[in-house]
């Protein structure tokens, strides 16, 4: 099976982004496992860090996060 993962960052602030079409061009089709269940996956999540200090540390961050995933189709 052939795999392919593409990440993109943006603040949420943002309201929308665009995945240029060189990238999606570049993402091989999905597959269907023996269920029938598309092995391709889209996920939407969030990332909160914050970097404090505190005594006997040379550096701390302290971070949350979270995702959904659906599994999807892509041709």
Same mark, same amino acid.
């Given at each position: 099976?052939?795999?392919?993962?593409?990440?993109?960052?943006?603040?949420?602030?943002? %309201?929308? #982004?665009?995945?240029?079409?060189?990238?999606?061009?570049? /993402?091989?089709?999905? !597959?269907?496992?023996?269920? @029938?269940?598309?092995?391709g996956f889209l996920?939407? %999540?969030? #990332?909160?860090g914050q970097v404090?200090?505190?005594?006997? /540390?040379?550096?701390? !961050?302290?971070?949350?996060? @979270?995702?959904?995933?659906?599994?999807?189709?892509?041709?």
């Amino acid at each position: 099976m052939v795999g392919a993962e593409f990440v993109c960052i943006q603040q949420a602030s943002a %309201g929308s #982004f665009t995945i240029p079409a060189p990238v999606l061009l570049s /993402l091989p089709p999905s !597959t269907t496992i023996t269920t @029938g269940i598309p092995s391709g996956f889209l996920g939407v %999540g969030y #990332f909160v860090g914050q970097v404090f200090t505190a005594a006997g /540390l040379d550096q701390a !961050t302290v971070s949350a996060s @979270g995702f959904s995933l659906q599994t999807v189709t892509y041709q």
